[in-house]
C-alpha cells in the first residue's frame, strides 16, 4: 500500500534553472539506476524556437541528465514522437537540442523508427489495444520531462499527457476519433465536458507509467496551449516519482482555483488507479508551504470555436494539431485577413471530424482530410493536418 511518503513533490525556483534541477531531484529519492536503461522523454512534437514553452526547454533535460550521469553509469536515451508531418530531428535542433543530442553519452531516437508494439488494455473504458514505440521494452525507467501547459483539449498537458509520446505514429490521432457516448454518459463531472479523449488518455496508465515525473516550468503556456497560448517565466521546476502527485502540484500553483475534475484524464486515472492522490491534501510537498511558488496563469478557453470579428472558425471534435495551424495561421496572416475580409464577408474554416453539412457557411475552406466527408460543400484542402502555407496558398488561389 502506497504511504505519503511514496507521494513526495519537490518544487524549486531559481533563475539559473540547472540549479532548480538539481535542487529539486537532491530531495527525492530517486533508485539506483546504474545498469539501466533510462529514458529521457521531454516534449518535443513540434518544430520551434526554444523557450516558447511549446516543447520542453532543452536547458532543463540537458541539466536532468548530467545529474543522472554524475550519480549512474546507465544507458541513457532521449526521444519523442512529433506531431504528424513533423520531422523529430528537425524538432529537436530547432528547438535547441543539438549538443545533447548529438553528446556520445546519450542515444537520440526517433521512437516512430521501429516496429511497435501493442499492448492490450485489460480494463480499458475505451481503448482495450494500444501499439505503442517499438523501443517500449528497452528502457528499464522512463522519466517524463512535459513542459508545464494549458491545453484547450484536456485542460492541461503535464506529466502524464506527455506519456502520449509514446504511442506508435498515426495511433495518436485516433484517440481523438473514438465515440463512446454510452461510456462518457456514466463518467460524471461536475466541471467540465468529458469527452472519449480524456478516457482514452486515462486507460494509457494501465499499460505505462512515467516512473519519475520532472515538470519544466521554467516558462509554462497559458492560454491557449498546447502551441499556441503565451509563455510566461516562472523558472520553477516539480519532481516526484509518483506522476500524478507531480501533476497535482502543477496544477495547484497555476491553477489554483482547479480540482482534478478540470482535467478529466487525470480525475480518471486518480480514481480508477489504487491508493492513488485525489488532491494536493493527498501529497507531501517539498518545501511543505507552496505558496511562494503559487503564479495563476491564464486558462485554456472554455470555448474552442472562436469567432474572429472577420473570421468564422467552424470547430467541431478538432484534434489540436487542425487547430494550432489554424491558430497560428490567424496570427501570421493578421494583415491579409483584415485587408481581404470583412464581418459582413468572412473567412470561414471549418475543421474537425464532426462537421456537418448544416454547419457550413455558403463558401468555407474545409480544412484537414477529417472534413473530406462534405468536400463537395466548400473548398476542400487535405491533409492530416495541412501545412499553413499550403492553406494560404489556396485561400489566396481562391479569391
Ligand atoms: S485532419 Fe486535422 S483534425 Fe483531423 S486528425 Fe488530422 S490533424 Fe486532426
Given at each position: 500500500m502506497k504511504s505519503r511518503n511514496d507521494r513526495v513533490v519537490s518544487i524549486a525556483r531559481n533563475e539559473n534553472i540547472a540549479f532548480a534541477v538539481n535542487s529539486c531531484l537532491d530531495r527525492l529519492d530517486i533508485?539506483?539506476?546504474?545498469g539501466k536503461s533510462v529514458l529521457l522523454k521531454p516534449n518535443v512534437g513540434r518544430v520551434v524556437d526554444p523557450?516558447?514553452?511549446?516543447?520542453?526547454?532543452p536547458d532543463v533535460v540537458t541539466a536532468v541528465f548530467h545529474y543522472l550521469r554524475e550519480r549512474f553509469k546507465a544507458n541513457y536515451f532521449i526521444g519523442d514522437s512529433p506531431i504528424i508531418n513533423t520531422n523529430i530531428r528537425e524538432a529537436f535542433e530547432q528547438s535547441g537540442y543539438s549538443e545533447l543530442i548529438n553528446d556520445p553519452n546519450i542515444q537520440f531516437v526517433d521512437l516512430d523508427s521501429r516496429p511497435p508494439v501493442e499492448r492490450a488494455i485489460k480494463n480499458g473504458k475505451i481503448l482495450k489495444k494500444i501499439k505503442l514505440t517499438g523501443?517500449?521494452?528497452?528502457?528499464?525507467y522512463i522519466i517524463s520531462i512535459p513542459v508545464l501547459k494549458m491545453h484547450m483539449h484536456t485542460g492541461a498537458s503535464l506529466s502524464f499527457k506527455n506519456m502520449k509520446g509514446l504511442i506508435y505514429k498515426r495511433e495518436k490521432i485516433t484517440l481523438h476519433h473514438l465515440q463512446a457516448p454510452d461510456i462518457i454518459e456514466q463518467i460524471k463531472n461536475p466541471k467540465k465536458e468529458v469527452k472519449e479523449l480524456d478516457v482514452a488518455i486515462s486507460d494509457l496508465a494501465q499499460v505505462m507509467r512515467p516512473d519519475l515525473a520532472i515538470i519544466d516550468a521554467s516558462y509554462a503556456l497559458e492560454g491557449m496551449g498546447p502551441s499556441s497560448g503565451n509563455a510566461v517565466k516562472l523558472n520553477t521546476i516539480i519532481s516526484s516519482t509518483s506522476f500524478l502527485a507531480a501533476d497535482i502540484l502543477a496544477l495547484a500553483i497555476?491553477?489554483?482555483?482547479?480540482?482534478?475534475d478540470d482535467v478529466p484524464h487525470l480525475k480518471i486515472i486518480s480514481d480508477t488507479l489504487i491508493n492513488a492522490p485525489k488532491s494536493l491534501d493527498d501529497v507531501q510537498t517539498?518545501?511543505?508551504?507552496i505558496q511562494d511558488f503559487i503564479k495563476p496563469l491564464e486558462p485554456p478557453p472554455s470555448s474552442i470555436s472562436i469567432k474572429y470579428e472577420n473570421v468564422n472558425l467552424i470547430d467541431v471534435d478538432s484534434c489540436s494539431a487542425c487547430l494550432s495551424t489554424i491558430f497560428n495561421l490567424l496570427k501570421n496572416n493578421k494583415e491579409f485577413i483584415d485587408k481581404n475580409y470583412t464581418k459582413e464577408n468572412p473567412l470561414n474554416l471549418a475543421i474537425g471530424k464532426?462537421?456537418?453539412?448544416?454547419?457550413?457557411?455558403?463558401?468555407?475552406?474545409?480544412?484537414?482530410?477529417?472534413?473530406?466527408?462534405?468536400k463537395e460543400k466548400g473548398v476542400f484542402i487535405k491533409g492530416c493536418t495541412p501545412v499553413e502555407s499550403t492553406i494560404m496558398r489556396i485561400i489566396k488561389e481562391e479569391m
Amino acid at each position: 500500500m502506497k504511504s505519503r511518503n511514496d507521494r513526495v513533490v519537490s518544487i524549486a525556483r531559481n533563475e539559473n534553472i540547472a540549479f532548480a534541477v538539481n535542487s529539486c531531484l537532491d530531495r527525492l529519492d530517486i533508485p539506483d539506476l546504474t545498469g539501466k536503461s533510462v529514458l529521457l522523454k521531454p516534449n518535443v512534437g513540434r518544430v520551434v524556437d526554444p523557450k516558447q514553452a511549446v516543447n520542453t526547454n532543452p536547458d532543463v533535460v540537458t541539466a536532468v541528465f548530467h545529474y543522472l550521469r554524475e550519480r549512474f553509469k546507465a544507458n541513457y536515451f532521449i526521444g519523442d514522437s512529433p506531431i504528424i508531418n513533423t520531422n523529430i530531428r528537425e524538432a529537436f535542433e530547432q528547438s535547441g537540442y543539438s549538443e545533447l543530442i548529438n553528446d556520445p553519452n546519450i542515444q537520440f531516437v526517433d521512437l516512430d523508427s521501429r516496429p511497435p508494439v501493442e499492448r492490450a488494455i485489460k480494463n480499458g473504458k475505451i481503448l482495450k489495444k494500444i501499439k505503442l514505440t517499438g523501443y517500449l521494452d528497452e528502457f528499464d525507467y522512463i522519466i517524463s520531462i512535459p513542459v508545464l501547459k494549458m491545453h484547450m483539449h484536456t485542460g492541461a498537458s503535464l506529466s502524464f499527457k506527455n506519456m502520449k509520446g509514446l504511442i506508435y505514429k498515426r495511433e495518436k490521432i485516433t484517440l481523438h476519433h473514438l465515440q463512446a457516448p454510452d461510456i462518457i454518459e456514466q463518467i460524471k463531472n461536475p466541471k467540465k465536458e468529458v469527452k472519449e479523449l480524456d478516457v482514452a488518455i486515462s486507460d494509457l496508465a494501465q499499460v505505462m507509467r512515467p516512473d519519475l515525473a520532472i515538470i519544466d516550468a521554467s516558462y509554462a503556456l497559458e492560454g491557449m496551449g498546447p502551441s499556441s497560448g503565451n509563455a510566461v517565466k516562472l523558472n520553477t521546476i516539480i519532481s516526484s516519482t509518483s506522476f500524478l502527485a507531480a501533476d497535482i502540484l502543477a496544477l495547484a500553483i497555476t491553477q489554483p482555483e482547479w480540482t482534478l475534475d478540470d482535467v478529466p484524464h487525470l480525475k480518471i486515472i486518480s480514481d480508477t488507479l489504487i491508493n492513488a492522490p485525489k488532491s494536493l491534501d493527498d501529497v507531501q510537498t517539498n518545501p511543505e508551504n507552496i505558496q511562494d511558488f503559487i503564479k495563476p496563469l491564464e486558462p485554456p478557453p472554455s470555448s474552442i470555436s472562436i469567432k474572429y470579428e472577420n473570421v468564422n472558425l467552424i470547430d467541431v471534435d478538432s484534434c489540436s494539431a487542425c487547430l494550432s495551424t489554424i491558430f497560428n495561421l490567424l496570427k501570421n496572416n493578421k494583415e491579409f485577413i483584415d485587408k481581404n475580409y470583412t464581418k459582413e464577408n468572412p473567412l470561414n474554416l471549418a475543421i474537425g471530424k464532426g462537421i456537418k453539412h448544416s454547419d457550413l457557411y455558403e463558401k468555407t475552406f474545409l480544412i484537414g482530410n477529417c472534413t473530406s466527408n462534405n468536400k463537395e460543400k466548400g473548398v476542400f484542402i487535405k491533409g492530416c493536418t495541412p501545412v499553413e502555407s499550403t492553406i494560404m496558398r489556396i485561400i489566396k488561389e481562391e479569391m
